[in-house]
């Protein structure tokens, strides 16, 4: 009965493809797509401004934000009504950069799930996946698939990351209608560091590199690299048992 069901399961641990650079590039895809959600993902900062008016100076107003960076919700301090003659109104930063940040680490998330699934085919049912001429192909339609999507969400939340430094940067000074008015004034005082956010940009660009490279080894193991063999003229061939 236990040869039965080991049969049937097809389960054969094997290490040895994570030494081969089909299964060792999946390791370093798995890890490397934990780093580019958690970087992302992760981050919580704030920006604060300095205000001054006739009956109070420099007073700092701090507003929080972070992941998924919809700014236009974030609001800063309220400023005492009793200050400033009652012209600071409630005030969110400028801009919502959900989407790309969201399809950046939502994405990535998918391509840590399967590269779960992916070392688990190479580690135990290797030799059904070589076997099969289906796996592999499909395994190379997706791995072309992910390289591209990579390039795709890489540079639209690289291109987000930029517009969220200029939004919480000295520049949302002029966005701030308090600020407009003459008898108020408004400093830029500090934005917390972005350099985890930096980081996720560049694990997103290698990601990219790892899987666009990856295209060729996984290729080398489809039908179209390696067709199978025609049968000898004249052999006949074998037919399923009954």
């Not at 493809?17 to 780093?35: A, D, M």
């Not at 985890?196 to 590199?209: H, K, R, Y």
Request: charged share 10%; aromatic share 14%; with cysteine.
């Amino acid at each position: 009965m236990e040869r039965v069901s080991q049969k049937m399961s097809g389960l054969q641990l094997n290490l040895g493809p994570v030494k081969e650079p089909l299964g060792f590039i999946k390791v370093l895809q798995w890890i490397f797509s934990i780093f580019a959600f958690a970087t992302c993902g992760g981050y919580s900062g704030h920006a604060s401004i300095k205000v001054s008016c006739w009956d109070t100076k420099n007073k700092t107003l701090e507003a929080a934000f972070g992941y998924p960076f919809r700014l236009n919700t974030v609001l800063f301090e309220d400023l005492d009504s009793k200050l400033c003659n009652n012209t600071w109104i409630p005030t969110h930063l400028v801009g919502d950069f959900s989407s790309s940040a969201q399809f950046f680490v939502t994405f990535a998330v998918f391509v840590f799930l399967y590269c779960m699934v992916a070392l688990v085919l190479y580690v135990g049912y290797l030799h059904l996946y070589r076997g099969a001429g289906k796996l592999p192909m499909i395994d190379f339609v997706i791995t072309m698939v992910v390289a591209l999507l990579w390039l795709i969400s890489t540079s639209a939340w690289a291109k987000a990351l930029t517009d969220i430094k200029v939004s919480t940067g000295p520049g949302m000074v002029s966005e701030i209608s308090f600020c407009l008015l003459a008898q108020n004034s408004c400093l830029f005082g500090a934005v917390s560091s972005m350099g985890s956010l930096n980081v996720s940009v560049v694990f997103g660009f290698l990601n990219l590199i790892l899987w666009a490279g990856n295209a060729w080894f996984v290729y080398k193991e489809t039908n179209l690299h390696n067709p199978p063999e025609a049968p000898a003229p004249g052999s006949t061939p074998a037919h399923a048992g009954m």
